[in-house]
């Protein structure tokens, strides 16, 4: 509902856990000296139907550019 009603707060959470997953995976590739190939993170954003969130939402807000 925040999303829709008031953007920025949500919107400045998901940018810190953002930031903070990249300093982590910034970190352990650093410091694995080249010897992982690759490195990711995931959630659920969907259910068995559809999307937990309008196409649209998903577009304008979780959809990296």
């Not at 690759?38 to 807000?61: H, P």
């Amino acid at each position: 509902m925040d999303l829709i009603l008031k953007p920025g707060v949500p919107c400045a959470i998901m940018d810190c856990f953002t930031d903070l997953y990249i300093a982590n995976v910034t970190c352990v590739l650093e410091a694995s000296d080249g010897l992982i190939d690759m490195a990711y993170t995931y959630d659920d954003v969907g259910i068995q139907n559809g999307l937990l969130r309008s196409e649209d939402m998903w577009r304008k807000f979780i959809l990296p550019v």
